[in-house]
């Protein structure tokens, strides 16, 4: 048997009525008086002088720490509790969430008697608070209510380490096993060799086991506990502290009675259909559906990759065009001038993006148009409007041109071109056009 996991007959079993006898005390392996059990204040992570322990290492050190009688509390509920906190540590540094409720539900143990564990533990030194826990609401105006968990530290005291002839490095939290003593040595060989001999037992039994035939029961005693009395194990001890009550349940106002056609019928949903809008806010019909869809047929026709989406899915979306007039070849030319290098995957859904974007962009450049006071009716009037004294100025301006030019001819002792005065003829020419 392996000196480093006591057998089990040095744990005490639980006080039970229909075993009396387990109730006495265990001789301690180990001498450990009262005042050395780790107090209060050094119970944290910051001020203990325990090493910091992984689940495997830290659960055989608790085994020891029973077994060794080291705590008058100390007993098979403890290893129980350790137990549960060990399976649900983190691998490597021995951080635990307590959770009482949940202990309490796994182990079967009172709420009392856990806590009365768990501080066990701590006195031990093999617990560390990590995080002290509160009941304050952390949660947000609105929010479900929400405490702060109380997170524990897996620990190994030098009691142990003394017993098992280890030697440390470093102090407090931080230290760590750097060696064994030639005792301690000796231990660990030890411990091997027990624990290799029952693997080995585990082995040979369930060989056996398996050379048994099939379809043959064997007979097993049959456990009838006794259900008359309730066990005093399972009971809670009275609470130090001051006894709460609860307030009276109020029972004369309000209903609390639900029929059960009412209990078990479920509102079946509204089914409410879409209906389509043009831009003016008239319902679209049928027809204008129909002619919208002809349109876009061609319109896939000639741009590829429109192709992928639905007729219906991308007539929704071009309905903008649509309704505006445009046919297939306008709304083709419109969606190549994007000059897409890539296939949307969704291209009903990029296109009402597009269009969107569009619209948001002439909906900013008409309000800036229109705080900038721009009228583009009144810029363009000059070109519009018919100016007949416009003709006029442009022939006398011609009549002048030609009389400048032939004095600089008669100057220059040059002759025109012409026998015949060529202004008089430009001006003769200009005058039988239609006005």
Known sequence: MSLLAPPRSRIPSPRTTENPEAAAPVEPLVEMPGEQLVPEEDQDVVRTQSRRAEPRAWLRAVVWLVAAGLHPGAGPSTVLVAGDLSVRMDYRRGIVVYGLAKVVERTGLSPATVKRHVRVLRELGALVWMVHGSKRNLAAPGEKYMATATIYGAVIPSAYDDAMGHRLTGSGYAAR???????????????????????????????????????????????????????????????????????????????????????????????????????????????????????????????????????????????????????????????????????????????????????????AAAVYDAAEGWDEVAATRAFTVSRPELMLDVMQGLAEGMAAYSARQAEQGLDDLTESDAAANMAAFLERLPG
Do not use: F
């Open 177 to 363: 096993v750097c060696g064994v003593t030639p005792a301690g040595r000796e231990l660990a060989v030890a411990g091997a060799t027990g624990r290799a001999e029952d693997r080995q037992e585990q082995r040979r039994a369930s060989r056996s086991g398996q050379g048994l035939r099939r379809g043959v029961r064997t007979a097993r005693p049959v456990d009838n506990s006794a259900v008359d009395k309730a066990c005093s194990a399972r009971r809670e001890p009275h609470s130090p502290g001051r006894y709460h009550r609860a307030p009276a349940v109020d029972v004369e106002r309000g209903c609390n009675y639900i029929p059960r056609e009412r209990a078990s019928c479920r509102k079946a949903p509204v089914y409410t259909p879409k209906i389509s809008l043009n831009c003016d806010g008239s319902r679209r019909t049928a027809a204008q559906t129909r002619a919208g869809i002809a349109v876009i047929q061609q319109v896939r026709l000639l741009v590829n990759w429109t192709q992928r989406e639905g007729l219906r899915q991308l007539e929704v979306a071009l309905r903008p065009l649509t309704n505006a007039g445009w046919d297939a070849h306008m709304i083709a030319a419109e969606l190549h001038s994007w000059m897409l290098t890539w296939k949307p995957a969704r291209p009903a859904a990029y296109i009402r993006a597009r269009l969107a974007q569009q619209a948001a962009a002439e909906h």
